[in-house]
């Protein structure tokens, strides 16, 4: 057992292979949404090691799909294999939800198991059910690893290896846009440079490494672009699957479009929802362009953020948060 005084110099640590103290149904697993993205993914390694090193509770991290290709890059680059592919949980199971509080973003049996905390920023959806009183956590920040970074007292942070920095520095740096989304708060600006500074890197150059690797879709269908980045929210007795694609290179998914709009309504059907709403984020200069699929598509848009649509895909300014800009105006 290595000594729990300084893990900091521990290449155990310093790779970013966690141990994964099991106990059997003792066992706690830790998870985010549905379409993992890099907060979702690093933040359920961020607690797994706090639990399993911090506060001594067996805990091992989990993912509900595989992650995005921003997120297999960090994984990677920090040295932490895939956490597993969590199909659903058993009646009991003792969980961690992180980065959702959405009942709809997790697994179907999620309101049989043993629910102990949830860590998130996002608006609070409701439909959770617990066994108990538990400890809950939504702070208005860009990333879930701000607020546990915010949570954990100091020993925890003296003594937290580089691998974890780098991840919490991975989530910041992916939920905000490298700072340009609105969503970003002093706190999580703060917590970044800290970090690098740690680590010594430099932001702007870590964070194109990043983007370079998000904005990488020649390996994924039609289908599974949709499916990328995405979520199911409804909007009075709508359902909408409302999915971005954040890049540094927006026409490489535009050379796409066709392909992508032809695509929509089968995977509408399949996924029992409406319509797909895809909004192509150029992260360098700060906009959307949301593909028009059909008429309802084009009157969504246009009653959502006040624009005129005369062709099939239509530039939205200064827009790149589906969380603060994007679900907030849906109207249909």
């Known amino acids: 057992m290595h000594d729990k005084g300084d893990k900091r110099d521990d290449p155990l640590y310093n790779s970013g292979k966690l141990l994964q103290r099991s106990k059997g149904n003792a066992m706690i697993k830790i998870f985010g949404h549905k379409a993992p993205d890099t907060d979702a993914t690093c933040s359920a390694l961020i607690w797994a090691w706090y639990l399993n090193e911090v506060k001594n509770k067996p805990a091992t991290a989990h993912v509900l799909g595989t992650p995005n290709t921003e997120a297999a890059f960090v994984l990677k680059r920090w040295g932490f294999d895939c956490p597993e592919v969590l199909e659903d949980v058993?009646?009991?199971?003792?969980?961690?939800?992180v980065d959702t509080n959405n009942p709809g973003e997790l697994p179907a049996n999620i309101n049989n198991a043993d629910i102990r905390q949830v860590i998130d920023h996002h608006a609070l959806a409701g439909g959770l059910t617990t066994k108990g009183p538990i400890n809950m956590t939504i702070r208005p920040v860009a990333a879930t690893a701000t607020v546990m970074y915010s949570n954990m007292r100091k020993p925890a942070l003296e003594q937290m290896p580089d691998a974890i920095k780098g991840l919490v520095l991975s989530c910041i740096l992916s939920d905000t846009l490298e700072f340009r989304?609105?969503?970003t708060t002093p706190r999580d600006v703060s917590i970044a440079h800290r970090m690098a500074k740690d680590l010594g890197l430099d932001i702007p150059a870590y964070a194109a490494e990043?983007?370079?690797?998000?904005?990488?879709?020649?390996?994924?269908?039609?289908?599974e672009l949709l499916r990328l980045d995405s979520k199911i929210f409804e909007v009075g007795t709508t359902k909408l699957r409302v999915s971005v694609?954040?890049?540094?290179?927006?026409?490489?998914?535009?050379?796409?479009?066709?392909?992508?709009?032809?695509?929509?309504?089968?995977?509408?059907?399949?996924?029992?929802?409406?319509?797909?709403?895809?909004?192509?984020?150029?992260?360098?200069?700060e906009a959307s362009t949301l593909l028009i699929a059909n008429d309802t598509v084009k009157s969504i848009a246009e009653k959502s953020f006040g624009v005129s649509?005369?062709?099939?895909?239509?530039?939205?300014?200064?827009v790149v948060s589906r969380k603060k800009q994007i679900i907030p105006n849906l109207k249909v």
Do not use: C, Y
């Open 90 to 97: 058993a009646d009991g199971d003792k969980v961690v939800i």
């Open 181 to 183: 989304s609105p969503t």
């Open 245 to 285: 694609l954040e890049t540094t290179a927006p026409q490489v998914v535009m050379d796409r479009k066709a392909d992508l709009i032809a695509s929509m309504q089968a995977v509408a059907a399949e996924d029992g929802v409406d319509q797909v709403l895809l909004f192509v984020v150029d992260i360098l200069n």
């Open 210 to 223: 990043m983007f370079a690797a998000k904005s990488d879709i020649s390996h994924f269908s039609d289908a």
């Open 309 to 318: 649509v005369t062709g099939d895909t239509v530039l939205l300014p200064g």
